[in-house]
């Protein structure tokens, strides 16, 4: 049979002596996890079972290894396929998952981005330039205070405005309410100086709890929506990318650890496969510790041509600074969306003052 | 305010210069995630921001740090717990969650393990002696095929038998049909010579997807289901040990990582604190590089006392032979349910003998 295999690329550290092994237990491990001589059936054996496509040594010690899997075995439901590229295989230490061709039908079945980089642009006005946006910070604000530091950002004119993550559904800040009260200031905000600031509340919890959530955000008539994939599992996290037609879903990094999934194919590939159209993650030079080339090829990952998916905005933040949006955007150029939160933040009085100065800095870059 | 706090213990890699600020950062990353000049009111520095509680050092280069957070930041949903503990902090290369101390809310909210380790016991009729499970595997096998396997099974005596984590939907072995071809074996094997054999299918998807699982197990009157927490989302997880009242819920390391939270932590006491009966994890000398020292404190996690919470029973599993059942039960003691797979299953058509031979192995053990 000649079905299209999905080609996952694992790290593995290994002596070369082991290695071919190695590479042979993983591709039984990631398929039909017994010894051969338990498959009584060759058909089985010719079809289901992993099979080692490539063995490439990376440095002394350090191996690329090509495992053709059965399409068969996972098919277009997200916890799944990522159960059968990395489910057992992410609890061996020396083992990374580093990147993942997915034969076309993947595509098709999981649609990608609903709104995607382009839809994002349209909504925001933002055609010809970056995109900014901001965090909603500290927890333990009740609504009233976030929603007036919501109102001072979209006044500065930030393109989109998420929760922290930490946001939840807290006693200090109940998700309806805090929704409710966030989203009036951003619209009365917008309605004052004409702009398209967009507002994502984080939705948590089980997929009842979201959809609860994204019942609330209609109501409001909220734009936006931001959910951690691999807090709600990825399979929710898609459900909700289904039921959220019209809005902007971003994606969170929290819980995608950070050595065992290639951060350009987790948070770049797969979450953009299953639907998200902006996706967060740590920028280089911030504390979490992600080189440029990792930066770079998460970006890559979100934007550039993935079959016919719209591509997903990549969205760096994490400690970034007004002084650095230049930088920025030479690295990323202009199909991107810098989000600083606590930086802003800090200029507590002038936020409104501080944020159109984000916003001018990156429209300006463009303007050159 | 005096509030109990969350104390969670993270290792860090860090020069011993460095390490205050680094503790210091980390009890902001994992609470109000924004400079400390950034928030104006001082009730939230008071009440919300993570505190430092201690800095030790394991090693050098090494500090175990225990930081205090606000238990208001964290309600009683399994999701933002492990945002609140880990969501940012999974992302930074050299820090892991070690270890965590729960306010005793915690444990009455989520209730534990319904079933447990002692209502287990029960159920099997195994009341003094450790436990035997087995699985269904390859994947690629027919409903009727994996059927014939556990009718095998069933009819040697092993206490549990559960699907292979990679068994979910696939057109190979479509869940409902599969459900119902092994249940109905089971339960023939059952009747054939009076056993008590459970079964657990693995239910997978969408919230939506495993409740419609979950029905089509309470429809065979299967007594069992197996859940990977990681995959689904603990909070699905959660919602799914509360829908499942009477079925031993046995819970799949899948996608748990290696480094990034100490397994004992994970597997042993956070998925029991969520709900999990049984908790699958690998055993050490196998494929997966656990030390004999984490698998211990991860049987320790699983069934020492937890509050009022139900003991869950640890399932070591991975590569273990029928040679090894005497070691291991001398290393886990009797409240242990022993998973072997593979090797039983290279077994083929002998395979109803080498079940008993595994099961009877394990009695034995029990009566000396």
Chains 1, 2 share one sequence.
Do not use: W
């Not at 071919?20 to 498959?39: H, T």
């Not at 999981?110 to 900014?132: D, E, K, M, N, W």
């Not at 970006?299 to 002084?323: E, H, S, V, W, Y």
Request: aromatic residues 6%; glycine residues 10%.
């Amino acid at each position: 049979m000649t079905e299209p295999r999905i080609v996952a690329t694992y790290h593995i550290a290994s002596d070369a002596e082991r290695i071919e092994q190695r590479a042979l237990a993983l591709a039984i491990e990631q398929s039909v996890e017994c010894p051969l001589e338990a498959i009584g059936d060759p058909a089985i054996v010719a079809n289901i079972v992993g099979r080692v496509e490539d063995v490439a040594e990376l440095q002394p010690g350090r191996y690329a290894v090509r495992i053709g899997l059965a399409a068969a075995t996972a098919p277009a439901e997200p916890g799944q396929l990522l159960n059968m590229l990395f489910g057992n295989s992410s609890i061996q230490p020396d083992i990374a998952l580093a990147d993942v061709e997915l034969p076309a039908h993947y595509l098709t079945a999981f649609g990608g981005p609903r709104v995607g980089l382009a839809g994002i642009r349209t909504l925001t006005g933002a055609q010809s330039r970056a995109l900014t946006a901001s965090a909603l910070k500290p927890q333990g604000l009740s609504p009233a205070a976030l929603a007036s530091i919501a109102h001072q950002l979209a006044l500065g004119g930030v393109d989109l405005i998420k929760d922290d993550h930490g946001l939840a559904d807290q006693a200090f800040s109940p998700f309806a309410e805090r929704a409710a009260a966030v989203g009036k200031a951003v619209r009365e905000a917008n309605a004052a100086r004409g702009g398209r600031t967009l507002y994502a509340p984080n939705i948590s919890g089980t997929l009842d709890d979201m959809r609860r959530q994204l019942g609330v955000i209609r109501d409001e008539g909220i734009g936006a929506v931001l959910v951690a994939p691999m807090i709600v599992g990825v399979s929710n996290f898609h459900a909700i990318v289904k039921e959220a037609a019209g809005l902007v879903v971003v994606a969170h990094p929290a819980m995608a650890g950070a050595a065992k999934i290639a951060a350009p194919l987790l948070l770049g590939r797969l979450f953009r496969l299953f639907g998200a159209d902006a996706t967060v993650f740590p920028n280089y030079g911030g504390r979490f510790a992600y080189s440029t080339a990792s930066c770079l090829a998460l970006a890559q990952a979100a934007r550039d041509p993935f079959g016919k998916l719209n591509a997903c905005i990549p969205t760096p933040a994490g400690g970034i600074m007004l002084q650095r949006v230049n930088e920025l955007l030479r690295f990323y150029g202009q199909d991107v969306m810098l989000l600083i939160g606590g930086s802003l933040l800090a200029s507590r009085e002038r936020l409104t003052e501080q944020a159109s100065r984000f916003v001018n800095k990156v429209a300006d870059y463009g303007q050159r």
